[in-house]
């Protein structure tokens, strides 16, 4: 009954299976010059609908979240984002290291997504020439640090705001496939016809070993890209074993298929604790990420039990919460034992 | 009627006699190798009455902070300030690039002072390790971006939480001499008696041509600042012109009698607008700023009567209001037309 | 035929059964806080014979050369190098970037070898204090780039150099096995007894996906690599994987008996090529590349029979150069095949 | 009798003078919206007759120099110059440091000056794609490191190099105004019509207090020169100080004639040192410096004399050398009395 995250876990069968293939081929060329490579990215514009897309696999999201942003923000440059964005927070300052210094600066909002009408203030603020950073871009997580997702609608209002202020958008996509089976439309839906430029789609956490890919929907912006991956010892020499997870991953849309199974486990999860008294669900689930506040009896209760998890800030005085992940290869005998647990302890 | 900032003004008579007295001498060891380099060495240690201080003359207040900022805080740091922090908002991102990539944190207060609580809470917040921005320091600017001063209590107290979190504290001196003024204790007392690390002495502002000071005043934080200037192109070779200007500005205490003059002109400006209806100050006037709310007819025939000012943010709704600077250098007379303009605008 | 590189290989089936055996396991903590890694760990010090050595996974030569330097050389730095160091010449200014500017010097001297004399003179001649770079560390590719090995009294006399000068010693062993098979000494007698810093641990050339090994055999220098590995998004979060890798690297010398392979095969490419009238080997064979000089004839009659590989700066007026690179998988009978090719050209 | 260097000097009175006239004006825009830095950009324009330059102010040539080189290089680029080059040597990697991780590559050449061949070998050499470091400019130094002058024919074939290798031409003219003196040419013909493409044109060295010059013939390669200069807190806010001095430098040909002195007091030191039996001079004098290898008696007995110079690496085995510079405000006698000096060591 781990629910720490989903990058507990390993890689899908499928996954493992196309990197044994990919290594019966006794030679390839390196450094990405290879075939698995190269039909990787047809199946990237495939799958967005887009054919002029340009994808570029990493083996993590901290690198793909990092080289993106400095390919369309400069060293003076600020990027505005959620305050508990991951970029923000989680990757050591690496925006700041691969973008030369630019700046982030949070911008809050409820339930992970920033305010729009306070980024367009706060973009709109500078003005004084060379001495204030330079609004560039704006990143959003997908989904959210707090589970939820940003709808098509939503995106293309953020776009707006983006393009009146010559702003570009960044997309961490780590978990963008669970959003995406969330709202159940299509890639490029929720992507570039929303107004995304850049999007970082994640694989690692949703059945992958290893591999990130960055998409440029416009290429321009990527003129500099291969280099920065390069220079930040990004560049696999042994390219085609993340390219090959990534074809298997959108492979017979093995992606959204993992996606929906966690999506629903964390459904089933949430519903399940969220139904009991003095437990409260801190946000829609909208993903495969609960939020939850937990009276500490049945908090106490799981831990006998042997579940795993980590604390989160509650959002209301006294209240003690807790995220919950669930995975593509969540149990759900597992879920369901731990609701039961729950259960349990709030009846004694 | 030029009130657009201190820093239109030119040099004060005495430091640029100190700059023609020191070219009478034909040649000096350059880079700081210099005899009035090394005298101004010691009178920083007596006026701030620490022997072990070591203090180091650049040319402009962003490169002091920069430098300041990149000794005290790893790349990977996390430097918390207020979101109007010159450091944060006007300089380019300056404190980012001699940081390496270094994280500037916005932490919100009223009245250009960061609230300590909340201070508390963001740098205790982290704790995941690696992943995290490391909390290294705080940077508060002396006399407040809203013109109020930090008295030695307070920083006292935020000084306090910085060490519970092994942070080192940074004060953007700009105005260093304003608020030492307005609070009328002793230089020791302001800087390192109440917690201070580094105290960056701005000069430039009150009469010096290009003139400032880093000083740190535990010589260990200061290892690598020289190493830094130079490789920041900050070393000048003929630095006994910038060292000259600071020895004048101690000398005979011009920096303080400069600056209780332009504390002076702002009370009057300030008392003689408040006193107006309909205006409003933003801020207690502890320095040579103000911040007031105007009239639209009042703010009309002070631009007629030729007064120069900047807008600033009003903090209520339909709110217009003003910075005004005064100076070393700011004449009476022009203040008290202000007034008058003002108040013959308000009688019609 | 593929003679191109030792980097155009799959991986050694052992370490593949090692990656599949890894992903039996459902859940692991991320970021290296796996049970695999803390093996990892105990087995590097064992094979090493050093039990305070930190050993760090990272997927790129690139990242472990450029996060090792960054630890021990100082952003004003100056690294020591050859004119052909991989670190120099092939890593798109990975070492500056991660480094924050510091200085690659190069230190001409045979067979891809630096001239120990030649960076004496060049790490003694600064001395005017901030304004030159800081001679700080040497960093030597064992196998070099032209397929020699550093002998371990060549690299003890380095060493002394170094330390006379108080730089460190870094060593790119991207082909450390391939080395350390060719001299039959033991891993410790070619590194930190030899007075070796830091051993960056090739893996990927032989037999691994993408697996290379940082090693810090004085943990105070490797302070910072972990905070700096999280920022160049080098943190993996399912570390296990990688690190699974280099134990079955590992395991029962396997990288041992890759290098020796890969060795042999070169000792009877190069000794074969070498044997025919007009073929001229560049330098000594003391690893698994070989740099010959061909003539025409025969370099035409190769590339017909189908054989790949890389054309080389010749050493001599009119000479027409090429290197050939062997693998842990090279084919003895593709190897004969191209001796017969070149012998039967030759004879024509 | 101090030839230590052309730093050591002061300030030439006509350019104290402009200090002391623009302090008269009490208000101006800051940060170089001032009349004065106006009046500047159109003098260096007529000066260089080119309409469409830019020029930039700043305060120390090593400023100039990194500034400069960072908006004509990427950080993934290559940077030639001469091994003795100050950019390379003794700016503690500030060209790295703005450059983001650029890299100087040192190109061997007598006298001071890179050999034209080597160049295009070692610049042409690169062409694996994203691996090598991009060759992107060439940097020279005006006069050399050695006191020597490029010719405008010298030039002009260095920059078709340059050209051919889509590489841009960077002059580090800290003492342009010695070689413009020495070739007797006009401005744009040692620099821009000999194809320069970024001239840092020094002052400090030759009458000025602190001002260089960052003048780029493209206005389209300086886009960034202000968001940088900004960055680095090169930007003062009483910027008219530094143009005052810039515009009196350039007034009346002061700069030229401030020049003629010095290579005049060159000359005649150098002519009277070489005329001795056991003097030999290292190279030709063609600006305002001289290498000079002298007897040790000679040696002691200038030294006895109270004469100040540097010593300087020998060519020859056993030879000692030494560097001895002249400046604006050499004083003749001093220069008669060293030669009578060293005559007299010599005769006895």
């Not at 911008?107 to 997504?113: L, N, R, T, V, W």
């Not at 990004?234 to 074809?247: A, C, D, G, I, Y």
């Not at 959108?250 to 996606?259: G, I, K, Q, V, Y």
């Not at 039990?305 to 995220?323: L, S």
Request: charged content about 20%.
């Amino acid at each position: 009954m781990d629910f720490r995250s989903d990058n507990i876990t390993g890689a899908h069968p499928r996954i493992m299976e196309a990197l044994v293939r990919a290594n019966r081929q006794r030679a390839a060329t390196p450094y990405g010059g290879d075939e698995i490579t190269e039909r990787l990215q047809a199946r990237v514009r495939a799958v967005f609908e887009h054919d002029r897309l340009v994808a570029f696999p990493v083996v993590t999201g901290t690198a793909a979240n990092a080289l993106s942003l400095a390919c369309i923000a400069p060293p003076w440059g600020a990027v505005f984002c959620h305050p508990q964005a991951h970029v923000l927070v989680d990757e050591a300052n690496a925006p700041e290291f691969y973008g030369a210094g630019l700046k982030l600066v949070a911008i809050p909002g409820p339930a992970g997504k920033l305010d729009i009408a306070t980024l367009g203030k706060m973009a709109g603020a500078g003005g004084r020439g060379v001495h204030n950073p330079e609004p560039s871009a704006v990143s959003i997580s997908q989904a959210s640090e707090c589970g939820t997702t940003w709808q098509p609608d939503e995106i293309r209002a953020l776009a707006e705001t983006c393009r009146s202020q010559t702003m570009r958008l960044h997309m961490d996509g780590t978990r963008f496939a669970n959003s995406l089976a969330f709202v159940g439309c299509s890639p490029p839906e929720l992507s570039w016809k929303a107004g995304v430029d850049v999007l970082c789609l994640g694989a690692s956490k949703n059945g992958a070993l290893a591999a990130e890919l960055a998409i440029f929907f416009d290429p321009a912006m990527a003129g500099e890209f291969e280099r920065r991956r390069k220079r930040g010892g990004h560049l696999l020499s042994k390219m085609r074993f993340v390219s090959t997870q990534l074809e298997a991953y959108l492979d017979d849309d093995l992606w959204l298929a993992n996606a929906r199974h966690a999506n629903g486990m964390a459904q089933r999860l949430g519903g399940g604790l969220a139904a009991l008294p003095g437990c409260r669900l801190l946000y829609p689930i909208e993903a495969n990420e609960i939020f939850v506040a937990l009276p500490d009896a049945i908090d106490a209760a799981l831990k006998r039990a042997g579940a795993k998890y980590h604390p989160w800030p509650g959002e209301r005085p006294g209240e003690h919460a807790y995220r919950f992940v669930t995975a593509f290869d969540t149990d759900q005998t597992e879920v369901d034992s731990l609701v039961v647990a729950a259960r349990t302890a709030r009846a004694a």
